[in-house]
């Protein structure tokens, strides 16, 4: 079973995809230092394409909600989706700005998580054309608004296979 994980006050998700016939996708959100894990509902966009998730405490609701943005195998745009742990079941979030497609691959970490964001790398464009423009998006959980911060045009000079990511310093 391949795991992917995120992470937040402690909390940890752990994703997975189950290893028995039916290769169900299973999300857990678990709590190491009392053990006690639950078992989340799955999103209803069945599995596909590429994805990276999150899990932020959105300081406004006192909750703690989980985002999963997609990218589909050919590249295209598929509806992010959002879990509120106290709540919501998973639900589309339609606000995605036009045009944009978010750099997901298979090898991607979990999103960065500061300040009431979500933070990852965008492009306009899709991963098969040549030209492309890489920029930050990040998404407020509060008011759940995406906005895009264009990178220095240093970084986007940058010629060959260069992996651009963000993250968090302390």
């Not at 909600?65 to 989706?81: A, N, Y």
């Not at 492009?123 to 930050?136: A, C, D, K, P, Q």
Request: hydrophobic residues 35%.
């Amino acid at each position: 079973m391949a795991l992917r994980m995120c992470c937040c006050d402690g909390l940890v998700v752990v994703h997975g995809i189950d290893d028995t016939n039916d290769k169900r996708s299973i999300i857990m959100l678990w709590n190491p230092s009392t053990r006690e894990s639950i078992v989340l509902p799955n999103p209803e966009i069945p599995p596909r394409g590429y994805h990276r998730m999150g899990l932020g405490y959105d300081s406004t609701s006192g909750d703690c909600k989980i985002l999963k943005i997609r990218t589909d195998k050919d590249g295209s745009k598929v509806p992010d989706e959002i879990l509120t742990l106290k709540s919501d079941p998973w639900r589309n979030i339609d606000k995605h700005p036009r045009g944009i497609c978010s750099q997901v691959s298979g090898m991607d970490s979990a999103l960065t998580f500061v300040n009431d964001e979500f933070h990852w790398i965008g492009m306009f464009g899709n991963h098969v054309e040549v030209s492309r423009t890489y920029f930050v998006v990040s998404f407020n959980i509060s008011n759940e608004v995406y906005r895009e911060i264009l990178l220095p045009e240093q970084i986007l000079r940058l010629k060959g296979n260069n992996i651009i990511g963000v993250s968090e310093l302390d």
